[in-house]
């Protein structure tokens, strides 16, 4: 089974940015989207963004305009360009499919100071 490794979390202020990464122990060629999704805490995992394979794109409300989704399918990793960080941001992130199928992984935890 595939297994997810995120990385690329940290602490930034306000109006900051972050790349998270995301990496599978194998191929994500035929995972089709692939996608974010965050847990703030006290509240339930919701979709952040999502790829297709021909690079189609979707995002959620509440980031479109400041974040990025993209995927290189030769390094089995996609990743989540952040810009214009808010407080409200602040979660643990993780990657998966979209519907969910795999195995959760460790996530990246993100946090925004105001």
């Known amino acids: 089974q595939v297994q997810l490794v995120e990385s690329g979390g940290g602490l930034v202020q306000a109006g900051g940015s972050l790349r998270l990464s995301c990496t599978a122990s194998?191929?994500?060629?035929?995972?089709?989207?692939m996608a974010w999704y965050r847990q703030a805490p006290g509240k339930q995992r919701e979709f952040v963004a999502s790829i297709a394979n021909g690079g189609s794109s979707y995002y959620g409300v509440s980031v479109k305009g400041r974040f990025t989704i993209s995927r290189d399918n030769a390094k089995n990793t996609v990743y989540l360009q952040m810009n214009g960080l808010k407080p409200e941001d602040t979660g643990v992130y993780y990657c998966?499919?979209?519907?969910?199928?795999?195995?959760w992984g460790q996530g990246a935890q993100v946090t925004v100071s105001s």
């Open positions: 998966n499919s979209r519907p969910v199928f795999m195995s």
């Open positions: 194998g191929s994500i060629f035929s995972i089709n989207p």
